[in-house]
């Protein structure tokens, strides 16, 4: 597998035999308020992303739009908004791990996607294989190898080989309908 970098991703997947919707496609598009709603009707788990910079320094995102996708070889997605504060690190970051939120880490989504500078206050982690920090108490956490990223619209697919993986039972945080919820039924080792 290469290695690919956002930059080249256009000629990559046009190559590929990808197509670019032309304008009238765009013109056709919901209303991005119409569509927030709409697939806030799809309960999803929530995560932290984290990810070093050039320089070693951490860095941290509150992210719902992650997902499995690929068994053999275990890959990993992350979709991040390209206006964020992490986006360009990760566009030259070789790694960042996935961490998933118990429903008793409602307050560390707020810290990851809040404006302060410092996200990591007071915050208990440490390093993980790959150097990227773990969030202590964390449901499950997956450490990938960044071996793709393609653009689309205002986001973009950071695609990883998962290199480590591990998870505790428990409960986890879900987003649903713009709102922190958990699911109606905890499993009974929850209990
Ligand atoms: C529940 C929740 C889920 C989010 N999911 C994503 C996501 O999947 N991708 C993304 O780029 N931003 C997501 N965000 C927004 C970011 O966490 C963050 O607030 C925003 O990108 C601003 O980051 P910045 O201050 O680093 O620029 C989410 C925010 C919340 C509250």
Same mark, same amino acid.
């Given at each position: ?6 930059? !080249? ?19 056709? =598009?919901?209303? +991005?308020?119409? =569509? ?14 984290? #990810? ?8 941290? /995102?509150?992210?719902?739009?992650? #997902?499995? @996708?690929?068994?053999? +070889? ?18 030259? #970051? ?9 429903? !008793? ?29 773990? /969030?202590?108490?964390? @449901? ?5 190898? @960044? ?11 950071? /695609? ?6 591990? #998870? ?15 699911? @109606? ?7």
């Amino acid at each position: 597998m290469t290695d690919m970098r956002v930059g !080249e991703l256009d000629v990559i997947s046009r190559g590929a035999g990808a197509t670019a919707p032309d304008e009238s496609t765009y013109s056709s =598009f919901v209303d +991005p308020s119409t =569509f927030c709603a709409v697939v806030g009707h799809s309960p999803c788990g929530v995560s932290v992303v984290t #990810a070093r910079d050039a320089d070693g320094c951490s860095h941290g /995102i509150t992210v719902s739009s992650y #997902a499995s @996708l690929s068994l053999d +070889p275990p890959m990993m997605l992350i979709c991040i908004d390209t206006r964020s504060r992490i986006h360009p690190v990760l566009s030259v #970051a070789r790694s960042f791990a996935v961490n998933i939120l118990s429903a !008793e880490q409602e307050s560390l989504a707020r810290q990851f996607s809040s404006r302060a500078d410092d996200r990591f206050a007071g915050i208990r982690c440490s390093p993980g294989k790959s150097g990227d920090l773990l /969030i202590a108490d964390a @449901l499950a956490f997956l450490e990938c190898r @960044l071996v793709n990223a393609v653009r689309a619209g205002d986001h973009t697919i950071f /695609i990883g080989a998962v290199s480590a993986a591990q #998870a505790r039972d428990g409960t986890p945080l879900l987003r649903y309908r713009g709102a922190y919820t958990e699911p @109606l039924t905890r499993r009974p080792s929850d209990m």
